[in-house]
Nanobody
Framework: QVQLVESGGGLVQPGGSLRLSCAVS????????MGWYRQAPGTQRELVAQ???????NYADSVKGRFTISRDNAKNTGYLQMNSLQPEDTAVYYC?????????WGQGTQVTVSS
């Protein structure tokens, strides 16, 4: 079955950086659009960044210039480099892959930005 496993979350001070990873198994990763989403308590899950099969990316306005999404198809892994983190970036971050009607989610990784 398809599995997505996120890692790299944690506690960081404002202005710090984290790199999230999403390891995918059981799917032909390179054929899927990959996205990172986040959900803070009491809010809806929102799209943070997305990368398509051709490497084209798009970002939420709130993270443009600070976050970078990438993928390594040879390693079946996606990444989210997060710089200049702020308290409002605190959330559970989820990896997603989708293709046509197929969509798969990871279990999420907590990112907490606090001094």
């Amino acid at each position: 079955q398809v599995q997505l496993v996120e890692s790299g979350g944690g506690l960081v001070q404002p202005g710090g950086s984290l790199r999230l990873s999403c390891a995918v198994s059981g799917a032909f990763f390179r054929s899927y659009v990959m996205g990172w989403y986040r959900q803070a308590p009491g809010t809806q899950r929102e799209l943070v960044a997305q990368i398509n099969t051709g490497g084209n990316t798009n970002y939420a306005d709130s993270v443009k210039g600070r976050f970078t999404i990438s993928r390594d198809n040879a390693k079946n892994t996606g990444y989210l480099q997060m710089n200049s983190l702020q308290p409002e970036d605190t959330a559970v971050y989820y990896c997603n892959i989708n293709r046509n009607s197929y969509s798969y989610w990871g279990q999420g990784t907590q990112v907490t930005v606090s001094s």
